[in-house]
């Protein structure tokens, strides 16, 4: 077989996350040949707006859809949270590998103790900070961009209090030690998708990448991006949703932009309409409610 080519936005836990896929390709397919292929996107260039004010999400699959569509690379892998909902009909995502822990953790300054409330929490999403001004009234809530590094030195420089990061992206960056706090699900919704990867493929892809699949983490990721799609979920929007399984149902918890939640109970055959089901009900909550 040719050699898969593994196409990845260039920042360090970006790397990461494809070198687990790849990983988890090897132990699939011993012998598989593969190769990592890293490019800058234009989300990563742009660090000084907000990303509702550049454009959103897009911004970070934009060429990656363009590299896979010309035969540059094979694959590519993105954290399922930044996908916008709408993918590329001609790229599928075919698989969702499993999840890794979908909760929000608090991040202190190294050598902090506590959190110092006279200094702002940063955080990169309207999801967190809606949520964060219930778990800490009356702190500053202040947007901060920038890779996960970029944003530690931020915070290491005195600039924050804290930063409100996926467990995810820490751990796999080694930087486990860096969490002062976790924050149930309850407490902080997570982001449709945080844990998750998602591997997107042109249509003639090996079929044997499906294996790649956790049952688990797609049926979740399914329902997830059901709900956030019935209620436009674009980037800037602070709408969360989280699932879980449990045997054969499917639970899954819905918050729309008013930090309003829902739950919602079902068979996790029908994932995706369970979270359509959902979204609907809180849309029509908030019309008549
Ligand atoms: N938008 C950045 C981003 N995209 C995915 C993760 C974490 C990893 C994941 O959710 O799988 C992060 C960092 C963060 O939110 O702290």
């Known amino acids: ?125 309207r999801r967190r900070a809606l949520q964060l001004e219930r778990l800490f009234p009356g702190v500053e809530v202040r947007p901060v961009r920038g890779n996960v590094q970029t944003r530690l030195r931020k915070l290491d420089s005195g600039e924050y209090g804290a930063l409100v990061l996926a467990s995810a992206g820490l751990c796999r960056l080694g930087l486990e030690g860096r969490i002062a706090r976790y924050f149930s699900t309850e407490e902080m919704l997570p982001a449709a998708g945080q844990g998750i990867l998602a591997v997107q493929t042109r249509r003639d892809a090996p079929a044997w990448l499906e294996s790649l699949n956790d049952p688990d983490a797609r049926d979740c990721a399914l329902a997830e991006r059901a709900f956030v799609r019935v209620l436009d979920g674009g980037c800037s929007s602070p709408v969360a949703a989280y699932a879980v399984i449990e045997g054969e149902e499917l639970l899954l918890t819905g918050m729309d932009e008013t930090g309003r939640r829902q739950t919602i109970r079902g068979s996790r055959q029908e994932a995706e309409a369970l979270g359509s089901r959902l979204g609907a009900r809180i849309k029509e909550e908030k019309c008549h409610g």
């Open 1 to 125: 077989m040719s050699v898969i080519r593994i196409g990845s936005r260039e920042s360090l836990l970006a790397v990461r996350q494809s070198e687990l896929v790849m990983e988890a390709m090897r132990a699939l397919c011993p012998g598989v040949e593969l190769e990592l292929v890293t490019m800058k996107t234009t989300g990563d260039k742009i660090l000084d707006r907000t990303l509702d004010q550049v454009g959103g999400k897009g911004l970070f699959v934009r060429e990656l859809d363009a590299a896979l569509l010309e035969g540059r690379v094979d694959i590519t892998v993105h954290s399922l949270k930044d996908l916008p909902m709408e993918t590329h009909p001609e790229l599928p995502v075919v698989a969702f590998p499993r999840r890794a822990d979908p909760r929000d953790v608090l991040v202190l300054p190294e050598g902090a103790a506590e959190l110092d409330r006279t200094k702002p929490i940063g955080c990169a999403s």
